[in-house]
């Protein structure tokens, strides 16, 4: 269960304050029961006990939490859990009037008309006419006409792009169809590893001990840990670029996990991006550099996110927790060797989040073929199709990811793509 907290309308819990952001923050329930608070980068931050939070963080029951600057009661939402209706609760700023601006504010208006008539008096005494003044007034008014046209003629100039009307599915439900990856050429192979694959996630569900969403964030920082020491970060108006993104992409993820989603640029020329799980999400600045498009990038980064959103990362450290509990410090071993048999289980997975990367990316406004489009460019560059090959990869070939890509347009948008 997913509790958001905000001053925009569209939340779960209305906080009408005008310091809280408007999507400020956001409580979740896991599968454990556990209650987790997030803050979503608000602006005047997300308080656990007077501690300002980075990451989610585990309410207790004695835990204060405070918003911006206002005193929160979180336990009385968490206890609605039952309910169908989303708990909204209108926290109203008081407004009071400031009796010494209103006096202030009349004093002036007071000096600037004594000041007006002043000068009247002033004009009309050094001999000015009635016709003089007429004349005056005439030529500010041509000139007020002037300035008017030339402002309209600027304001037009620079008027912004309509905004870009948000398609529609044809249906009331958006259909998946994997079977866009499979064709002659792949001599049953692919139809193999579908297979495969079904049977893993079944596997997984089955025989693996369940993961909680802290057990996922901790091993998520971790890694961010190893990978800091490995790459360089880069802050520049690029990754400024990939936030501004992410933050417009995050608002259409539907039935969000509570994921505190966050992105980093490295310093590195592969034409590659990746996630850890937990809401981190790392782009290669050759992967940047490559993309033509906002709507390119928008397209990488909602992949990356359906990978959390999907549960592909908790799979895996599903696996990981079982091994380990059976085996001791052989089950890393364990894990790693069945990461390397089914690695070709991952083909189904990676078309799952283009699939829904496209969704996404239609519900923020970005261009519905941005996906297809990279990659038709990126077939261009791979080598030819190899059906024995195609065993091995982790990546289904960029020829079936822009076939499968074009089929879900077609077949729930009604939309072709060049």
Known sequence: MVINIGRNKENDVVIDNLKVSNYHAQMVIDEESIIFINDLQSENGTF???EIINDPTELKTKDEVTI???????????????SDEKPVEIYAEKKEKNWLVIILISLLIT??????????????????TIEEIKKVEDSKEENNIKDEKTSKKTKDQKKEKPKKKIIKPVNDEISYDYSCLEDDKDIGTTSLINIASEIGDQVVDIGTKKVSLKEEIDFASESHDKIKEEYQFIYNNKQKKLNSILKKIEKEIINPKGYNYKIYLIKDEAINAFTTGGGYIYFFEGMYDYLESDDEIASIICHEINHNELGHLRD???VKKTNNNLFGELGNILTSMQ?????NFNQKKETQCDLHAIDISIRAGYNECSTSNIWKRMKDEEGEYNSINNLFRSHPYSEKREYCAKNHLSSNYGIKCK
Request: glycine share 4%; proline share 0%; charged share 20%.
């Open 68 to 82: 911006a600057n206002i005193s929160f009661d979180w336990k009385k939402h968490i206890k609605k859990d039952n």
């Open 339 to 343: 990461s390397i048999l089914t690695i």
């Open 111 to 128: 000096v600037v008309l004594v000041s007006s008539l002043f000068i009247i008096n002033e004009f009309n005494s050094d001999g000015a």
């Open 48 to 50: 656990v006990n007077g």
């Open 316 to 318: 895996y450290l599903r």
